[in-house]
């Protein structure tokens, strides 16, 4: 949450908003933990996996993996505690979803990324990474603490406790690709491209992967869930740019935009082989800038041989939608990425909704431009930063307004 002066908070106590936010985030936070909890009867959660787990990555290798589970809830009510997919599309708003996530009991336990057949003996990792929610009830050590925990990557994590006992009820149902990729003994990529192929959720298969779903038989390991959701973006990145390294250029300059959850987002496609430049504007008081006093900058930038200057779980889900979209159109392209977060983004919830974002982005029509002087015009109209957090940084914009291409160059002078 962004770091609000506490004289402002004793001033306001929940109900004036002076922070300028449109909802109370600590009150939000505490709304979220306390349904959860109340819902809870002692050290007895009766609900169904969403589904939804997460595997931790201190201790590693050996880890905490969390069980969730939403008192109370069963079969769609229960599913849609972790639908990425459908919140976008419903334009969900942070509230809610901070309410979603927060009333999910987690039930944890420690084990060793090497053993994730101990998840299969009691049919517990196949109800994580069932089609639909399986009826489930969690023993647990403790009654749950009142926590609610936000990350950048993964989805938030409600109230928590150590875990005693799963007890699987129902009987999970798998698609048919997933159940045949299980038992298949194939690389871990292989099986991310042919799940993908076969229609199967991203979000699916980032969970078969971190609970070591995937891979050789004989070498399969759990993978912590923030490495295995920018494992599977990149791995997807890599083939979808390899299915279009040799296709046509698009031949005009596309600008798409997008705003969700205090994100605001411009895809900008320009003729080229495939550069990548993604371009963070945080604003004050949005999260991760609360202490800033002006507008927060980062800049990843990629070429076409996929040579990053950084690495950036929001660049991987950006660039994994723009490859999508381009791969359906079967065109190349350059492509730059803009965010500008908001001081209304005051909790994060995951990198799945830039991804959503960019997706819901590039399906909408492009307003196409005719010059990169009017894209530079499109821009400073539409962001509300100051034009020149881009302008300055942007190698794409300013290298492509001073450079000619080689093959232009040489048809010119016809050489070619």
């Known amino acids: ?52 787990a997460l595997v931790g990555e201190y201790g590693y290798p050996k880890v905490l993996i969390y069980f969730m589970v939403p008192p109370g809830e069963k079969g769609e009510e229960a599913a849609y505690h972790d639908a990425p997919v459908e919140w976008a599309l419903r334009s969900e708003s ?21 053993e994730p057949w101990r998840l299969y003996e009691a049919e517990i990792g196949l109800a994580m990474v069932s089609e639909r929610p399986v009826d489930s009830e969690l023993i647990l050590k403790v009654p749950p603490v009142p926590t609610l925990r936000f990350d ?23 698609r048919a690709p997933v159940e ?8 871990a990529e292989e099986a991310i491209w042919e799940l993908y192929r076969s229609g199967v959720d991203v ?33 997807l ?12 250029e698009i031949s005009e300059i596309r600008v798409y935009t997008h705003e969700y959850l205090g994100n605001r987002f411009l895809i900008a496609l320009l003729p080229g082989e495939g550069s990548f430049e993604w371009i ?8 991760w800038a609360s202490a800033a006093s002006k507008p927060i900058l980062w800049v990843v930038r990629e070429d076409p041989l996929g040579r990053a200057t950084a690495m950036d779980g929001g660049f991987s889900a950006a660039r994994l939608a723009v490859l999508e979209h381009l791969a359906s159109i079967r065109r190349r392209a350059d492509a730059l990425i803009v965010r500008e977060i908001l001081p209304t983004y005051y909790a994060p919830v995951g990198n ?23 894209l530079a015009s499109l821009i400073s109209r539409w962001l509300k930063a100051d034009p020149s957090y881009v302008f300055q940084s942007s190698y794409l914009l300013s290298f492509k307004r001073r450079q000619r291409k080689l093959t232009e160059y040489m048809k010119d002078k016809d050489l070619t």
Request: with cysteine; proline share 8%; glycine share 6%.
């Open 180 to 187: 045949r990729i299980i038992w298949d003994d194939a690389k």
């Open 94 to 114: 942070l509230a809610r979803i901070v309410r979603l996530r927060g009333s999910l009991v987690s039930a944890f336990q420690r084990a060793n990324i090497y």
């Open 352 to 374: 799945w909704h830039i991804r959503e974002s960019v997706r819901l982005a590039l399906s909408k029509r492009p307003v196409t431009v005719n010059s990169r002087e009017e």
């Open 237 to 248: 990145s890599r083939m979808l740019r390899e299915q279009i390294r040799d296709v046509e």
């Open 1 to 52: 949450m962004p770091r609000i002066p506490p004289e402002l908070c004793a001033r306001c106590k929940g109900y004036k908003l002076l922070c300028g936010l449109p909802y109370c985030p600590l009150l939000e936070k505490f709304r979220a933990q306390l349904r959860a909890v109340q819902l809870t009867s002692g050290r007895d959660v009766d609900g169904a996996t969403p589904p939804s």
């Open 203 to 235: 979000y699916k298969i980032q969970d078969l992967l971190s609970l070591g779903f995937l891979g050789r038989l004989r070498g399969r390991k759990m993978v912590p869930t923030r490495w295995a959701i920018t494992a599977v973006d990149d791995s």
């Open 280 to 287: 963070e504007i945080w604003h004050p008081m949005s999260v």
């Open 152 to 174: 950048g990557v993964t989805k938030p994590v409600g109230p928590r406790a150590p875990v005693e006992r799963v007890v699987i009820s129902g009987l999970p149902k798998l």
